[in-house]
């Protein structure tokens, strides 16, 4: 059996470096490219280009109305050099552009397609833009230099300049749709998207995590007086926790109503930061000693408990007070849980 396995191990290993190699063949490099080829690759871009403008717009539409015409702008000026390449290719080469694509050769950064996501993020979809605008700007120059034509090597070259100060045009096009007042009102929702998304799911979870472990673990801890029984129950606790909060997250909401973002996502920070809020003042019970195990258990809770506060303070607006009573309260109720019923 050891014998098969390792003979199917090696099958698939193989089959996969050959896959790899394919893909590697099958990709040109950028310097075996003829003028043609690289005026049918330019057009290719600013289609792909054109068309992630226009998804950012749509995406950004309902939240950020005003960022969405900055991406229409951007997108109409990506739709002009598309029309003059093609103009120029069909001057040069006639009607027929070849299909020409960024995976068909080496060189270019691999982009993941975050745009097809809703809601898209303002900062990630601006961070995305001036990485694009750079890539293509890089690229124009290079094709550029490689050009033989004297009008095919202008228009690459003008492409690049205008490439490069497509930044300043979008700072433009900021300043034009997006007032001080508009751009606040934006930042804004922006945040409160961020406090919808990831901030809520994450507190309830460090509050669920960081509360309700609190009684079993200080409860087989005051049981036992054993460190090491303790964190087993801590640990299958909170990893339990975690994995139920995620589900019941993921599965509450899909956010198409709600805005609340993508059910996993939310899933996934819900759960992963209860068990996290379970798992910190489980650790301290690896310390063989029991009572400065005990000891530091303690002071993890009250850190955990003064970082809720703070969050909900922070982002909920939650006076820091009524936050700290409010937590505290409720994490001196389940610890007096796991206390009374550890030492019956």
Known sequence: MPTRFAKDLRQLISRFLWT?????????????LSEREILALAISLE?????????FAEGLRQDFPASAEVFDGMRAEESSHRRRLIQLFREKFGDHIPLFRRHDVRGFVHRRPFWLVRPLGLETVRNQASAMEVEARRFYEKAAA???????????????????SHQNRAEELEKDKL???????EDEANRRLFVLQIVQPGLAG???????????????????HNSWDAFVVGLAASIGAG?????AEALSDDGSLTGRGHPWVRGFVCGLMTALGGIGHTLPFLIPDFRAAMTAAGLVVVIELGIISWVRHRYMETP?????????????????????????
């Open 47 to 55: 289609e792909e280009d054109e068309r992630i403008y226009a998804d």
């Open 179 to 185: 007032g001080p007042d508009v751009k606040h009102k």
């Open 243 to 247: 994995i139920s909060m995620g589900f």
């Open 206 to 224: 460090l509050m669920d995590g960081s509360v309700s472990t609190l009684a079993p673990v200080f409860a087989a801890a005051l049981a036992t």
């Open 20 to 32: 790899v190699s394919c893909i590697k063949l099958a990709m040109r490099n950028f310097d075996s």
């Open 146 to 164: 490689r050009a033989q034509d004297a009008t095919l090597r202008q228009l690459l070259d003008n492409l690049a300049q205008e490439e490069r």
């Open 320 to 344: 820091a007070l009524s936050a700290a009573l409010q937590v505290g309260l409720g994490g001196i109720l389940v610890f007096l849980t796991g206390v009374l019923i550890g030492s019956a």
